[in-house]
């Protein structure tokens, strides 16, 4: 376990006040902790997840939810693994909070399942918290996703194409998870844990430049700052926004969808005037879902939904598409799924 | 003037027949160059104007639009500026084209002004454009901005906090003026005129990373390349996307702020209940016109935004926003502009 003590940060009593308002302010905005909510706090050791604890213990002082327990996975990767175990436990019993500790093999796991490791680990990470929610008796597991997780998940995106249907970064809440510092950076936070007198432990793997997730948090980030003081708080920002906006017009193109679109067997027929007359955001979103429910979990790309489109547009007679294949047949667009289409 | 010759390309009647494709697909998607349109070319004399130029006189013989002159604004600034303007001129008598120059101080007009060099430039540059458009019977002006512009443009917009109003890049057309080559790198394009036996001018201005625009290219872009390989693709598309589904909210928005809010001499008045039932991606945007509205060209912000939404909520009495002051009476949400509100 390697301590880590943070520089220290001036303006020291309006800058704590102004943390716990803005977790506040978050927290009320997305409705994140209704009242009388039993909260589970997933703790990971680092910076992070230490703070949320300690911003939560505190901020229900005066409100009407309680932290009940904390839940650390020990995923048997790092050599540091069983430091952080009981650097936990320890926290955890400074605090008086009981602790729920599982250790899973996360590398098996994504070996026979052939999930890249950081998805096998969210994958095990969220199964367990939700297994320890409920042993806990927590309606609610609070993680401690920053803005700076926040930043890079976006970036993370936008890189690797997901323009697609709709931009946007983690949510504040889904499900039963909810993340209570996506306003907040952490820098602040490790300038308040220093604050309280706590320490955490530093994940060395995040070094590592071959990650993509890393070389965007060291790298591209602070050069992004040079250009523009702010940017990770801005990029985090338009996150949210995006995020809220996507959603929207998902739930539109969902519902567009079920009246455009009938499912007959393996075909599925689409009302092509009617897609065709549709604004270009629904109308892409339209088709992604209905490229997407026959193509196996194959990935739908930007070139796939023009080439629907062409069809559509009578600008091309077929189009074969990711498990299956595109016609127009009398007014509808058919998408025959591909053992249909043979 | 320095003459600059790309690095050769391999696969190369494959590779340039898919760049004139690229560029003819993203015509007819855009419907950028209608049939029979006279077009002005705007040529700074570096590489994607040039290229430009070429790609649009041979995608013109297949087609029924024409290229009728060129266009560059001597800017004045840089000491290779004189040169450029003699290299433009000579490129136009090679590809049989009149060529319409105009010499301007940039400098003296943002000085006087109060605009940026890089603002002053650009509202010269389409000014003069569009004169140069009239003169040569020229009904749309194409411009060479490519996908690597659009990926700078996207992350610029995004560190500066633009997100509130919805992301987006650079628009395919606006009014008169078409960008045909959105979808192409700037190392296509160099590679398409080096083939052509074309050359070109460098922009030396263009390698100063104090420029917020040239540290994304040159620093963040390259860092975004390694993280994840065909980045600037990615987010040029992603701009694409973003915008579309942007502009299609803000005339959404455009039409609900005229449902929703009743102009009274200094006063806005704004229908509370039916803002509070909006989704919130319209609500947004609804404010932010309002708040707009009485700004006086100040700076509105996501705090605004939800100071205004805290009004409206009941969760405080007023807000003081840039310009207005925003007060619930009666149901109504009531900006008051700084005059009448003091």
Redesign the interface.
Known sequence: VKAVSPKRCGAKADFLSALLQKVRRSVR?HHLLPAGSPVLVGLSGGSDSVALTVVLQELSRHADFRVVALAHLNHQIRTAAPGDEAFCRAFAERRGLPILVESLDVRGYAATQRYSIEDAARRLRYDFLTRAAAQAGATLIAVGHTQDDQAETF??K???????T??GGIYPRRGAVVRPLLDVSRMELQAFLHDRGETWVDDETNQDLAN?RN??RH??LP??E???G??AR??A??????G???Q??DDLAERRYAELCIRRDQTLEIDCAGLIAD???IR?RVLFRALRSASGGREIG?DHI?AALAVATGDAAAADLPGSRLELRRGKLVLLEQDAAS
Chains 1, 2 share one sequence.
């Open positions: 905005r970036l993370l936008l890189v690797r194409g997901a323009g697609l709709g931009l993509p070389r965007i790298r591209v050069e992004l040079l250009a523009y702010g940017a801005a990029i920002r338009a996150a949210g926004l995006a809220e906006d996507g929207w017009l604004p270009g955001p892409r930007l023009e």
